[in-house]
């Protein structure tokens, strides 16, 4: 019976691992401007360039050197990155849930535990803010239940492994680490004897990347370069979380049907005015609800019987209408889904359970006070909490490693809290299975009264938090997603043939050959054709993605221009000089290149004047991109409909 159990515990917390492992590898088929960062960067690793040396660094040796290695193994497409974060998302909710189980004694509690990673979906390039804790956490209560030389060795040696993935890793760690010797040794002589053995290993296995730069750009100006950025990204970013649920209604609300009517699109007539709209809807029973663009309103149809939709489609303003079928008078079979007319048929079905955190904003900010909250309630309970634990547990460890977690809060939260909040996910979410076990145990050994009195607020706690989490992570919409938005499944299988599209094209840019593109894609297909593989390209703005999708290399030490590097006299001379070696044939940059660029680097700016004539620009979404060629540059051909100049 017990081997059953152990074979049914290993089997479920795998199942997670595996879930948590393919949806960010569907994340990461849709990557944002920064998951390109170290990509990017890895990809000028592979072609000989060094960190620090050829490009400026922040300290993320390891996430260059695994992605590089996941490149070699996986190729040039997204494929390599998703591998990367699909590994590390899967081990983290492995070990987290195994961890939970062990604090706890409950499977439940370490699946909720792990539904939290699962949940929160980092984005791809937070990925070591997830495995580095989960491996820390799990290495705090290894060495915390048998604390020996080896193990604290261990620990350090994960100590330089955090410092490797960046320098802030490493500190957090390290504090943790002391924790840990703390929880098992107390205030005491083996405490320093141990936290010195763990940090000279750390230094040890640090060095050589110290070495490097010393030998390279030295100490005084990476500290200085570090420092400046560090200052300038931090500055504005640490405002404390604005708690959502102020009101009842945010706890419990009943909506009204008319929030679940079917939405449809009318177009209206060039001819048409304001006031011949606003005179539409209160002539027919349908509520507007939102624009896509000056003539088209997207609207409920509160009556969607065949002669209300006929009146309404007859409407001389009326051009076309989208969702409806207009032969028939009727609705289209994919305008209104199942669930959505369910519920404006039963009222019952209306009720929504804590609809102050529906919005990911609002789910955001709750989610942040929750990861600050959590630990410190851990604290000040801990003692009560730790007799319904098992061992290893006491209230004493249990609030050192609480103390951890408010260490992961105060060191990985900042805003805006719509991205960064769930990168904080591994240690509160170990506290919260704690919580959730500890709280049901206490429960069941109190009186009537009281024990449903936990119960209810162990209930609110649970939904609170993953639903707060969930939406912060946006899990909902990507599952809708996936699942073809629940229309049919034709529409989720085409979903999942997209995301096996984005991931496996090789080149990446072959996936949008037959796709509308956004200008950062045409730009790098325009590169990827024009530039000859001898050369270099130089992206005046934060556009990773360019060289990325291009394939190409940077002439520039930068990968991005942002706030912190006007303070960088020695970096911008680097800068400089690199860009006159490589000598770029193409430049490109925005319309703010003279108000904002010109901050960072007038040096760069200036030569960029002098030595490079714009020869096109594109407006889109109100901003301007523009196409600067190297003067004399030799053109071969032109390029596409706007016959850029082509080198290639």
């Not at 290695?69 to 081990?91: D, K, N, P, W, Y």
């Not at 410092?163 to 943790?176: M, P, Q, S, T």
């Not at 909250?373 to 909490?385: G, I, N």
């Not at 050192?400 to 900042?414: D, E, P, Q, V």
């Amino acid at each position: 019976m017990a081997s059953l159990q152990v074979v049914a515990h290993y089997l479920i917390g795998m199942a997670l691992a595996v879930v948590a492992g393919v949806l960010q590898a569907v994340i990461a088929s849709s990557p944002t401007n920064d998951d390109f960062l170290h990509v990017v960067l890895a990809r000028q690793i592979l072609a000989g360039d060094w960190p620090v040396r050829d490009f400026f660094d922040l300290g993320t040796w390891l996430s260059y050197g695994i992605s590089a290695t996941s490149q070699v193994i996986f190729g040039h497409r997204l494929l390599a990155e998703a591998m990367v974060v699909a590994v590390m998302l899967a081990v983290s909710t492995y070990l987290v849930f195994r961890l939970a189980h062990e604090l706890t004694g409950s499977t439940i509690a370490a699946v909720l535990a792990a539904v939290l990673l699962i949940v929160a979906g980092p984005r791809d390039y937070s990925y070591p803010k997830v495995i580095v804790y989960a491996v820390a956490a799990t290495l705090w209560w290894w060495y915390v239940r048998e604390p020996s030389v080896r193990r604290i060795l261990a620990f350090g040696a994960w100590v330089a492994a955090a410092f490797y993935w960046r320098g802030d890793h490493g500190v957090y760690v390290a504090a943790i680490l002391a924790l840990a010797v703390v929880a098992a040794h107390g205030i005491s002589r083996t405490s320093v004897m141990r936290v010195v053995q763990a940090g000279a290993l750390a230094f040890a296995l640090v060095t050589p990347v110290l070495v490097m730069i010393a030998a390279t750009v030295g100490f005084g100006s990476v500290l200085q370069s570090t420092t400046a950025v560090m200052d300038a990204q931090h500055t504005d970013t640490h405002s404390w979380p604005r708690w959502p649920m102020l009101r009842f209604t945010d706890f419990i609300r009943l909506d009204g049907r008319d929030e679940f009517a079917p939405l449809v699109s009318l177009r209206w007539t060039e001819d048409s005015t304001p006031e011949s709209r606003a005179a539409l809807f209160t002539r027919h029973p349908v509520l507007p609800v939102s624009n896509e663009g000056p003539r088209v309103q997207v609207a409920r149809l509160l009556d969607f019987s065949p002669p209300a939709i006929r009146a309404l489609i007859n409407e001389p303003i009326v051009e076309d209408t989208s969702g409806i079928d207009r032969g028939q008078s009727s609705l289209l079979p994919d305008t209104w889904p199942a669930w959505e007319r369910q519920r404006f048929s039963h009222w019952w079905l209306r009720f929504r359970i804590l609809p102050g955190v529906d919005e990911q904003t609002r789910a955001s900010n709750a989610t942040a006070t929750l990861f600050y909250a959590l630990p410190l309630f851990v604290v000040l309970t801990a003692v009560w909490l730790g007799r319904y634990l098992p061992e290893p547990v006491t209230g004493w460890r249990l609030a050192l490693f609480a103390l951890a977690g408010i260490t992961t809060a105060l060191g990985l939260m900042r805003s805006p809290y719509d991205v960064r909040a769930v990168d904080n996910v591994v240690i509160p979410a170990i506290l919260f299975g704690c919580c959730a076990a500890a709280l049901w145990r206490a429960s069941v050994s109190s009186g009537p009264a009281t024990r449903w009195l936990i119960r209810v607020a162990m209930v609110v706690l649970v939904s609170l938090v993953v639903k707060s989490v969930a939406v912060a992570g946006q899990f909902g919409d990507r599952v809708s997603y996936l699942a073809g938005d629940w229309n049919s499944i034709a529409h989720a299988r085409g979903a999942w043939t997209d995301v096996a599209a984005r991931l496996t094209a090789q080149p990446p840019l072959k996936y949008w050959e037959q796709r509308d593109a956004p200008v950062q894609i045409r730009l790098a297909q325009y590169a990827a054709e024009c530039v000859p593989r001898s050369r270099r390209l130089l992206v005046l703005w934060a556009a990773p993605e360019i060289y990325f999708y291009a394939d190409q290399l940077m002439a520039s030490r930068h990968l991005f221009f942002d706030a912190g590097y006007e303070k960088l006299p020695v970096e911008e001379h680097l800068a400089l000089e690199k860009i006159q070696r490589f000598s770029p044939p193409l430049v490109f940059a925005t319309g703010s290149l003279e108000a904002f660029t010109r901050q960072m680097y007038p040096g760069v700016v200036d030569y960029v004047g002098r030595t490079y004539e714009a020869v096109d620009s594109i407006e889109e979404e109100g901003l301007r991109y523009i196409i600067l060629l190297k003067r004399n540059e030799p053109v071969l051909r032109p390029y596409g409909e706007h016959h850029w100049p082509c080198m290639a």
